[in-house]
């Protein structure tokens, strides 16, 4: 710390005619102080101030045990010690450097050479001297000087819990100024205890500023050889150094800093009779010598009743005598104490006495002074009361309060707010300050916890109900008027960020203020009860059930008189949460409600803690910490925090364990404590940043479990609830423990052990430690091991028990969590060094909490932590979890749910690339097979040239897992997926290998076809060119040459015509006639136009082959009299042959082979033979004839439109008349070259040209099929993701065409109705993007393959000529070039004579002349029509996207129909959907009923009552059981939901008649719509679907 030139010179001229070696003097202190300052790197710190937050960082500092430290470390060492209430922060040696080692080293070698004794012990007073090393009391007050206003003011209240005195009076170090630190003493509280006028024990509590007690004043005069402030240690403690003396460690000559300062210290009764003083007294210590600081001596003369003078002995030329006479002179009591005397006490005149201190007994010094003191307070009559605040009256002295502005308009502002509340019973202030958390807000509470656990039968009645009833109650909240108290908060935090901390503090002070003068009556009369409780229990239950609910009233009582700023914030929060329910601002609201969560962030970035947990209401005001988290991420970023959650009994010191080891400002106290769960954050400093893996430390502090006034299952119930959610919330949990007593350990554990046995059923895995406070003797390390090993065995026993409640096999602690009973079992020493409440802090307790710092944080380093977003998550699936009691049941893991979508999604991009590289490999293998350059396949060639995209997935894929942020969840699917993407490599290689042989087959058996066109082809070509050399003369007349041609045109149709024609199909026509010859005695013509795939059952199509009668029993039961699981397994059945028959009908390639009905037979006979295989299976039935006929009909029905198109595509290209209709134009180009006597070089490259322009054609529109695929993959919103975003967006369009039979195909059959709405996705994406993305693609791909023909023309041209070949090798070669681009081969020129072309140059030239015409005439007739009409089935984008996305799992709810979404066929684990839907959608009905259903499985597993009936039997299950109905229902993973889910609940109000009218049953009496779902508007429900997927 430094200090201007003016400040000097200010001091200078104040000194006024002081001597010059004054001066001199003052000038060398100001120059060594600035020398203390340059040492303890505080130079620059009067202008930027050491921070508090800066000191509650998680440094590396801040972890190691200081015993020893060097000088410029001596500041930071001194802090962290005080942080945890250590009172041997004062004690800290200084490491020598190496310098001064090496010099003692050679001093002590000197001395060893001198062998006289004289002489060897006279060179030890002439040795290198060694500097005078920092006193203690200068490291303490340079942190002072240097301290903002906050770190300044945590320093005094961990010095107060020290037990050490506090600095009243402080000179400035270089204006010597003075200044009263009033604010520094504003945070401490004391209690303590002393005996009234009837000899009755009272307890008191009070801000330590308000207390109004007797100071004695002790000041010295010159030097003396006895300690001042030993002998007041002796006086108030002597087992402690209240006040640092010249006797304690450390202590040297030179002392900077101290001089002029005054320390003040009270001592506090224990209302025992060993009190030293019946009650408080202050007592104030003047360091230095009294006579230079006299300003400092007439404030305390002033204020004192007693004054302690000590000096050497009387002297009438003393220049201090008439400073004493005035002190003698003066009414106020005089004690001297004289060193060089020996008299013992002496009362020299009424309130005068003089002691001796001269080789006396220091006990015996102490008992008189105190005798003498208590004598001058008990006789004066006019004993002055000093009260800390008085002193700021003072006009000579500078007060912090007053001088700082920030700290001042704080105050105003709080004082402001705080006048509000005067003359008002405090029990009375939150019924008129605070409405809205009051009983509006414990109803609203009560509500929600019914409304997660309904037990009645109507439960979306009752459901319904009680939303409306919450609603109602939000509403009321929102009515409530915001109290004048509650706006100024508000305004005043949105008003002053500068100075938002004090009036925070300032605000918390004052409350605090107000609070101890009325709760020291309430909690003196609940410790009483408190004991009586204690001492009853086990012994007289019916007395201890009495005094309990006395105790319980007191509580109330205690808790209605208790008011702090948390009860401001759960006000403000709850203001916002009625904001939020109702969607609007309220009316007395003068911000937009939107910014209070900002607010409460702040408050949290400042270092203040957040409610989490209302203790008053036992609930998590979820809407409100969400909002929060929100701001927080929005302040900080997401940044990461490792959660630190602390669980234990009342009372047994967590707050202050977290306070200590944090520097925290958790709430502390005997009795009730806090209340609860709350949360605050630590920040890492940057250094730490690079061995931690994140920012902040969270840490959770909760009430203490087991709290006596709530004994009973009440209390269980309550603890057990807690204990859940803090474990669930935490990265490690603190387990305290406090005391021997096993009665109380055993409680905990069970509580703590089913916490973490919960945790480990949900997949979360915290990790703990247990900490054993106020242990005796934690030393004993053998004592220690026996205690674990009884822990241990404890915590076996405890999991046990805990396991058969969890329906848990666990049979030890460590089957639950990783746990080291060595490591993670710390034992704490008793807090205090003997009794409060003037006993200090245990240092071995300080050096304990050290210690578990360094373990927290070692363990916590080989955590992640958690991101805020995941933070927010946890709390809300933990808090949703434990409202529907079943935790592990109810349990959803919102962040693995969100984290494995975008996996999912992740999967399908790696899928998909893998599917695009196979689709090209099998493009080329397909060309190659065409042109029969390829007569088998090789499996091992399909993987190696799939290897290097099957690399780039692996190496995504392994990217993705270790760079995501969100890895650490991640890891648990990476070997999983790792597997399913070997598999789906496999399949895709196995199917691509199918498809190829398919290939291969077709090949052999359609070359007839070819051969048949080709001869047509050649035909025609000869004929055209032996017509040509008739019409040699005519060359020039163009008229002619072209009716010539068209009448020979004519005549060659003509003659292909008189061949069997390829006719058209009637598929249905050719089933209806297969099917009569297998079923003669039924009449298929008159088959009834149904669609099997849209039944809502199929009890008409079976028999049973065991009859089963019904009851009437009113319960719900599925459809007709098939059970649930026959109905689902038939379903099954259909959907696998309709998968297999499509699969079936593309690899018939109808548009290559054509059509046969043989293709009708294969698919009747699979049909036939996967229905009997079924039949025989099943034990329950068997299908009547009817259902075969109208499930072939159906399949045939919904494949009749591709086996159409297929073969019209067939028809176009083998059926000659059409084929050569379009290929009339060629011809006569070829024929007018013939006529004019072209080259055979040119006639051939036209001839080329025309061979070309199909197969190009083909390839084009093939390749721009792909590349367009892949686009809308990557670009259309509703099919860049996963099978849940398809799925949302199908929903979306369901609702806004709003067409019942579109919902009902989804129902009964999505897998169709998905590829309808991919098929619509694409041909609209193709309208929309033709333009602008496909006819680019097109004309790009038409660039490449065009630059690849010429290139194979012209290398081609270049090999001949090398090899001197002839047209035959041109043609090999250039064949070959294009194999794997195009269905182009040598044999094509079959027949076509080209012998006498040997102009390869010139034919070369022709190709590329020609070759352009050929890509423009493509590219013109290129359009939206011709992409699909050319294009196969399979080659179609629309199809290409339906075969990636529609691979995965169709499986639907037993109990409503929804499907299942996760994104793999046959996957691992339970099926599950986000959100289910309105049973009735089904066609679910009462049983004996025709009421549909109106119940939402997700709510009817919430229930305890609600059951069904899976089929026929009258075995009813618990519907919260469901999965003990066996079958389909154990393969889901229904997990209970309140949540309102508008979308199926608006479509069952708008489609209610057709829903009726198709299951003949209406929604009545029981199965009666709620009338609050027909308040949900359509645009409300297509919302929720953002929300829910």
Known sequence: MATSQQEENKDTKTAGGRPDQQLEDDKRRIENIKHLFHKFLLTDRHQSKLRAEDVFEISAHSLQSHESCTEKDLVQTFLQNLLTINYRARYINIKETNEHHHRQQRENHFKKQESNFLKAMSLSNKGVSKPDPVHPMDVQMAVFHCADSFLKQLMVTKLSQCQFALPLLVPHPFTQQIEFPLWTFRQINKSWKMKNTNNDIISKVQPVYKAETPIVSFFRFDSVSSSKSQLMNNLINEKHNTFFHRNCPGSSRTRLLMDGVVEIAWFWPSGKNTDKFNNCVAFCNLHGDAGVHEKQLQILTQKSSVNVVLLKQLDENDKNITKLENLYSDSKPLICLFSEDDSDLIETDTGKYKIGLKGRNQSDVSEELRRAINDCLSSSASVSIFKLEDLSKHSDIRVDEKDDEDCRRGREAAQQMMSLLENKDLREIKESFLPCQGELWHQWCQKNKELHRPQCDDIEQEISRKQTEMKKIREQQHKCHISEFIKFFIKQMNSYATNRSFFLKWLRILLNEVNSADLSAVQHKYDINWLKVSKLKGIYKTNQLREQKELGKISEELQAATFGLEHIMREIGQIYESCSSVKKNKTDLQFNFLSLPSLAAEMMICGFPLELMDGDAAHVPLIWITAVLDELIEKLGDQRVFVLSVLGIQSSGKSTMLNAMFGLQFAVGAGRCTRGAFMQLIKVSEEMKQQLKFDYILVVDTEGLRALEFDGNSTRHHDNELATFVVGLGNLTLINIFGENPAEMQDILQIVVQAFLRMKKVNLNPSCIFVHQNVSDVTAGEKNMQGKRRLQVKLDKMTKLAAEDEVNNAECFSDVI?????????????????????????????????????????????????????????????????????????????????????????????????????????????????????????????????????EEVKNSLSDFFEKDPDADILIQWKTSFEIKIKDVQESIVRETMRKLNEILQQRDLKRKIDAQRRQHENTLLEKSKELALKLTDETNNEEILKREFDLFWEDCVKIIRDTPPIKDINILKDVKILLSDIYKSLNVDHWKDSDIFTLQNYSGYVQEKKSRGLTGFVKKLISGSLSDQTESKIRALINEIVQQTDIMIQSFNISKMGYNNSCIQQLIDYIKAKLKEDEEESVKYVFKKEFFIDLVFSIFKRAEKTFNDQYKMFREVNDPVLYLTKKKREYYSIFQKYCHEATSAAIFGEIICQKLKRPI???????????????????????????????????????????????????????????????????????????????????????????KILTAAHESTEDVQVKSGDVDLWLKFFTQQLSDVLIFSVKDFSGVNHDDVDDFKLLEDVLRKELPSIMSNISREFSRDTFDKKLDLNNRPDQILIDHLCRCCWVQCPFCKAICTNTIENHDGDHSVPFHRVEGIKGWHYRGTTNLSAEICTTSVASNTAGFYPDSRDILFLYRKYRSAGGVYSKWSITPDVSELPYWKWFVCRFQKDLEKHFKKTFQDRGKIPDEWRQIKKQEAVDSLDKYI
Not at 1285 to 1314: G, S, T, V
């Open 818 to 950: 990783n746990f080291n009973v060595r490591n993670d079992v710390k034992y704490f020493a008793q807090l205090w060094e003997g009794s409060p409440p003037m006993a200090p802090p245990n240092p071995n307790y300080c050096e304990n909490i050290q210690e578990l710092k360094k373990t927290i944080i070692s363990q916590a380093s080989k955590s992640n932590g958690m991101r805020l977003t995941h933070l927010r998550e946890r709390i809300k699936d933990l808090w949703e979890a434990l409202l529907n009691e079943r935790f592990v049941f109810s349990f959803r893991n919102s962040l693995e749910i969100s984290v494995n979508r975008r996996l999912e999604t992740e999967y399908s991009k790696w899928t998909w690339t893998l599917r695009s590289a196979m689709m090209e490999i099998q493009t080329k293998l397909h060309n190659k097979i065409e042109n029969e350059a390829i007569h088998e396949i090789d499996e091992t060639e399909l993987h190696r040239d799939l290897k290097e995209k099957s």
């Open 1257 to 1347: 054609e083909q390839s084009l529109y093939k390749q721009t099929a792909r590349d367009f695929a892949d686009e809308i993959k990557s670009n259309c919103p509703s099919l860049n993701g996963n099978r849940s975003n398809l799925e949302k967006h199908i929903l979306k369009r369901l609702a806004e065409e709003e067409k019942f039979d579109k919902y009902k195909k989804y129902i009964h059959n999505p897998r169709d109705l998905f590829k309808s709405f991919i098929r619509d996705e694409v041909h609209q994406y193709i309208r929309d993007k033709f333009s602008i993305s496909v006819q680019p693609k097109m004309k790009e791909n038409i660039k490449v393959l065009q630059k």
